[in-house]
């Protein structure tokens, strides 16, 4: 199993992702079961993209440098100690996730997939969180899912946040294919 810090090969993640897919739940019990810290990726927006979310505008890739810079910032430290971690960041876009594998070449990500149901009740239901309801279509509509040149595991994202890190714990292993949504564990 991937060790929490080991020396020769750090495991790092990022549980990536649109709003209310899951990413920071499952991020904090990924990060528990590896032991090793967990950063939220919200916390590194910068208090001009909070604002902006909260008023109901869309982050655009201006928007998104500066964030996208902390959290890379996140992930080189992590690996420069040569030790792991596990970090939520939507990512949307490949080339998002191109410049946070500049910080470490072998980064993993994880995509929560939930159907856009599921993904509209998680968030209407929550609260205390800056992004409104009205912006998921905008992240959907920007999504561009990992394809199988990158190192990313997408899985379906509805079931418990145990069952999710049991299947991202199996993938980090090599022991489950990268598209793990029909997996029936």
Known sequence: MPGATSPASPVI???MGVSASG???????LAKRLDCPFEEGDD???AANVAKMRAGHALDDADRGPWLDRV??????RAAQHASGVISC???KRTYRDRLRQAFPDLAFVLPDPDEATLRERIRSRTGHFMPPSLLTSQLQTLERPDASERALR???KESAEVACDRVLRWLEGSTPADDRADPA
């Open 13 to 15: 993640v990022v549980v």
């Open 23 to 29: 990413k920071s739940t499952i991020g904090r019990l």
């Open 44 to 46: 590194l927006h910068p």
């Open 72 to 77: 890379a910032a996140w992930i080189a430290e």
């Open 90 to 92: 939507s990512a949307l």
């Open 155 to 157: 899985i379906d994202g």
